[in-house]
């Protein structure tokens, strides 16, 4: 089975290249590209930020089940998770079940650098943003681990994480091919 015939959902904390690289490897791949944060602000009609705090955490991540669950449900795409939804055991278990799972991992320096580009991320609102990201790195990064392929995402261009990524989809094809021929 190709990588082009699966779903391939990108995990990793806020920062970790998820959206950008998502969006390379879906044209590498010729296949839709699917930003689950956009997804779930289209389906509330409010943005992260607004849900955060009109609703709170908890009812976002009742969200973002659901869309995920729905976007896992379909043909072959690239999804960009949310940083949590992967840490949610209802949710890993669905991608376990039907999709690939690649985990873009960085730095704690990678992701302060990238994230203070923008002031769009409820977690890191009125708080340190180190200690916040130094926090989520311990509490999600050993389940981040369980993903089916991890690519450093800190050194090299977005691009050239794409093409890591499609190679490093090619050889778990090879292996799930040669596990298949008897």
Do not use: C
């Not at 879906?26 to 296949?31: D, E, G």
């Amino acid at each position: 089975m190709l990588a082009s015939d699966r779903i391939i959902v990108l995990v990793g904390l806020m920062g970790s290249g998820k959206s950008r690289i998502g969006a390379l490897l879906a044209k590498l791949l010729k296949v839709p590209f699917v930003d689950v944060d956009r997804e779930i602000e289209y389906a509330a009609n409010y943005t992260i930020s607004e849900i955060f705090e009109r609703f709170g955490e908890k009812e976002f991540r009742r969200g973002e089940q659901e869309v995920m669950l729905r976007l896992l449900s379909g043909g072959p795409r690239v999804l960009a998770s949310g940083g949590g939804a992967f840490i949610q055991p209802i949710i890993k278990k669905a991608i376990k079940e039907k999709a690939i799972s690649v985990w873009l991992k960085a730095t704690l320096d990678t992701l302060l650098l990238r994230t203070s580009r923008t002031n769009h991320r409820p977690l890191l609102q009125g708080v340190n943003a180190a200690e916040r990201l130094q926090k989520l790195m311990e509490e999600r990064y050993p389940l981040y681990a369980e993903a089916d392929i991890t690519v450093v995402s800190d050194d090299q261009t977005p691009q050239d994480t794409a093409w890591i990524i499609k190679a490093e989809l090619e050889k778990l094809a090879r292996r799930e091919n040669k596990k298949e021929t008897p």
